[in-house]
Nanobody, 123 residues
């Protein structure tokens, strides 16, 4: 049974930083390409960031470049998303996702998904 469980979201003021964590069970994260995607209310799902299975390649959405960093902890099988300089426009549900295929920036191609973590940024 594969499970992805996000944590670390919440309510914060603009300009602060938050770190999301995605604890993975059932598979070793080194076997997968991992990603973070978001969905704001009333909008389509959007790509945020991806990390290749070997940890060598990262991708970011245009809005996230320079502010967000994806990383992983192999010892605890967890993927992280460090989010800095948060803005009200970053408000959304953030989803951790995993896929055994090639690294991708298409949020609809990931096979496994977490339940999501709400991030709300107040101005």
């Amino acid at each position: 049974q594969v499970q992805l469980v996000e944590s670390g979201g919440g309510l914060a003021r603009a300009g602060v930083s938050l770190r999301l964590a995605c604890a993975v069970s059932g598979r070793t994260i080194g076997m997968w390409n991992m990603g973070w995607n978001l969905q704001a209310a009333g909008n389509e799902r959007e790509f945020v960031s991806a990390l290749s299975s070997n940890g060598a390649v990262t991708n970011y959405g245009d809005s996230e470049k320079g502010r967000f960093t994806i990383s992983r902890g192999n010892a605890n099988n967890t993927v992280y998303l460090q989010m800095n300089s948060l803005e009200p426009e970053d408000t959304a549900v953030y989803y951790c996702a995993a896929d055994p295929g090639a690294i991708t920036t298409d949020p609809y191609t990931y096979r496994y998904w977490g339940q999501g973590s709400q991030v709300t940024i107040a101005s």
